[in-house]
């Protein structure tokens, strides 16, 4: 079909699949579908990837199953990186999203998109210079997913240049949910890994914007904000140093653990 056929046919496969189970694995069981979806990532005017994109990550949200018939799909994973890449401010985002959605609590896919494909410089640029905050917040997101406990993945996106520094903007500087998606990859980050650890407190004010995190945060921002900050205390003396000299650093740390809105982790 022409370009328009196939944009409109993404749109609606991508309506289809948002939040609805069935929907997802009846696109996902279908033969030829997530295959016609991947050609449109690769070789789609940007409207129609832009579409694709979006249909891809409506697919694989909360579906172990779909994220693993995706990756399988040839050229699938690579296509997004892409499209990550390469395309519009809109497919930037949802590329971004979609490979935030396929790695998400799935160690095959983290270790693809992490040691193979180039992912993590692409999605650390994305993060800095996105045009939209949801291209933004959906890199972060992916780079997130992608160093939940995984070492390798970890120490990949630490040592990308200007990567900590970017998060650290974003947890001071930006909406609500990228400060909270940022507090939660910096987390993730710093979980038993001590160069992480010695690189974000030569960062200046790191501490200090997660501190404000904690005091002036959305619920789930506050909870992320301790995270990072518990991680980066755990077992470094200068930073346990650092954050209680941060303004506000033990007092508002102390009013949290009295809130009992606050759940342990």
């Known amino acids: 079909g022409s370009d328009d056929s196939r944009r409109n046919a993404a749109a609606a496969l991508a309506n289809l699949a948002y939040s609805h189970e069935a929907n997802k694995s009846a696109i996902a069981r279908t033969e030829g579908a997530v295959a016609s979806l991947v050609k449109c990532v690769w070789n789609g005017r940007d409207d129609v990837r832009n579409n694709a994109c979006c249909c891809i990550a409506n697919m694989a949200v909360g579906s172990r199953d779909n994220k693993g018939t995706i990756a399988s799909s040839e050229g699938a994973l690579l296509g997004l ?21 396929v790695c998400e609590n799935h160690d095959p896919n983290k270790k693809l998109l992490g040691a193979t494909l180039d992912a993590i410089p692409v999605l650390v640029k994305a993060a800095g210079t996105a045009k939209t905050e949801v ?66 407190g030569r960062i200046p004010f ?7 995190l904690v005091s002036q945060g959305t619920q789930s921002g506050k909870e992320n904000a301790c995270r990072a900050l518990a991680n980066a205390v755990h077992r470094n003396d200068d930073n346990k140093t650092a954050v209680a000299s941060a303004r506000d650093g033990v007092s508002c740390l102390a009013r949290l653990a009295d809130n009992d809105q606050i759940a342990a982790r």
Not at 81 to 101: H, M
Not at 148 to 174: W, Y
Not at 190 to 195: E, R, S
């Open 206 to 212: 790191a501490f200090g914007a997660l501190v404000e």
């Open 135 to 200: 291209g933004i917040t959906n890199a972060v997101c992916a780079l997130s997913n992608l160093a939940a406990d995984n070492p390798t993945n970890k120490r990949r996106i630490s040592s990308t240049p200007g990567c900590l520094q970017i998060l650290v903007q974003l947890a001071a500087s930006s909406t609500p949910e990228t400060k909270s998606n940022a507090a939660c990859c910096l987390a993730n980050l710093l979980a038993d890994d001590a160069d992480t650890k010695v690189a974000l």
């Open 81 to 101: 990186v892409d499209a990550a890449r390469k395309g519009g401010d809109e497919t930037v985002a949802n590329a971004c999203g979609a490979l935030a959605n």
